[in-house]
């Protein structure tokens, strides 16, 4: 009994530690955007990033490496929790699901963080040289997410028959034919993914009084899903 309640205790203050780093991440961010948005990106330090954000300078490189990394990602882990949200979706769901589930987990909160997503898009259009950089980062992201998807799609390891059926398996996230290039397949549904949430956003930001986030999101996953039929005419 003493033990369990140490176990809980321990995964209790790992919780509100990590809710206490992604809450500094995110305020170092919008620090980052805002002050951006007030004097232009070249004329932003570290020193004012750190300060409007109530941190020390130390604290600022715990958590990102320069600051051009600062501008890039309003939640750098939400990517890594949505792979990982695709792996341990129920295996009943198509890939498309299972992507569409998780990405919605980590969109919930849109249409409340909608003028700050807003500030980031200017900020990074301002600056050309974040933009290649931010788009980078996205084609990155697409590339794990189908390597996420391969590996959802490939067989359960150690339950093979023949020599090595009871070695253990890869680590979550990485493939076990990792050597192997991608298959179309989920290169596809990766990219479809990718591109329903860009324009999910951009259809919703542009009639935000006509209707909620949540539902243009998933009326462009059920369009998907049903194969993109033609409209009725109006």
């Known amino acids: 009994m003493v033990e369990k309640a140490a176990a809980e205790s321990a995964r209790t203050r790992g919780g509100l530690r990590e809710r206490k780093k992604r809450a500094t991440r995110a305020a170092l961010a919008e620090a980052a955007l805002r002050l951006a948005a007030e004097q232009g990106v070249d004329q932003v330090t570290v020193e004012a990033i750190s300060a409007a954000a109530g941190v020390s300078v130390r604290t600022f490189f715990n958590y990102f490496e320069s600051r051009d990394d ?23 769901l198509s890939p498309l699901e299972a992507v569409r589930d998780a990405v919605a987990a980590e969109l919930v909160g849109v249409e409340q963080s909608h003028e700050l997503w807003t500030l980031h898009a200017d900020v990074l259009h301002a600056a050309p040289h974040l933009l290649v950089r931010a788009l980078g980062a996205h084609m990155a992201d697409e590339t794990r997410l189908a390597e996420t998807i391969a590996e959802r799609l490939a067989p359960a390891a150690g339950t093979g028959a023949g020599p090595g059926a009871d070695s253990p398996g890869p680590a979550a996230g990485e493939r076990a034919d990792a050597a192997r290039p991608l298959d179309l397949y989920p290169r596809l549904v990766a990219a479809i993914a990718s591109t329903a949430v860009r324009v999910s956003v951009g259809h919703w930001r542009s009639r935000r009084q006509e209707a909620a986030f949540a539902d243009v999101f998933r009326e462009v996953f059920e369009l998907l899903a049903a194969g993109l039929p033609t409209p009725p005419r109006p």
């Open 70 to 92: 600062a501008f890039l990602l309003l939640d750098a882990d939400a990517a890594a929790r949505a792979r990982q949200a695709v792996l341990d979706a129920d295996t009943a």
